[in-house]
């Protein structure tokens, strides 16, 4: 395991090793969190670069989150994925779970304190297509 990662670690104003949170730290250098991957070129500019990740693992269902912290353990990104399933049947004899909706989100805070907030989800059928769009809020997404 990389020396860089913690299998504990705790949330801003809480203390370390709090049982309530269970997360790994990492570094940006590591290539589990791909921070950049959906930041705009015109915007790269202006984001706050996080030094430090959390992330946190649903083991109910697939969702995860990840929030990024810059240098004074201040939020500066985040992103969650989840996928909510569905029961199908073809026969009306077995069934089978298929994803029915799914939501993607990535924020960067910008460095006027503003939030960037890229938005992609699907709800139709078998999510085959996605709607995505680009917003801007004062506060970080929950």
């Known amino acids: 395991m990389n020396a860089s990662i913690r299998n504990r670690c705790r949330e801003p104003g809480k203390p370390k090793g ?4 269970s997360c790994r730290r990492s570094t940006p250098e590591s290539d589990e969190v791909d921070w ?3 930041l705009p070129r015109e915007w790269a500019g202006q984001v706050v670069s996080p030094t430090l990740f959390s992330r946190f693992r649903e083991y109910e269902m697939l969702a995860e989150r990840v929030v990024g912290y810059e240098v004074d353990d201040e939020p500066c990104y ?6 909510l399933n569905t029961l199908r049947s073809d026969d009306d004899d077995e069934f089978y779970l298929v994803p029915g ?3 993607r989100l990535v ?3 910008l460095i006027d304190g503003r939030w960037l907030i890229f938005r992609c989800l699907s709800s139709n059928e078998d999510c085959a297509q996605s709607r995505s769009f680009f917003s801007f809020a004062d506060e970080m997404p929950r």
């Open 18 to 21: 709090d049982p309530a949170r």
């Open 36 to 38: 950049r991957r959906e």
């Open 78 to 83: 985040c992103a969650h994925y989840f996928v």
């Open 101 to 103: 909706y799914w939501e």
């Open 107 to 109: 924020a960067w805070r």
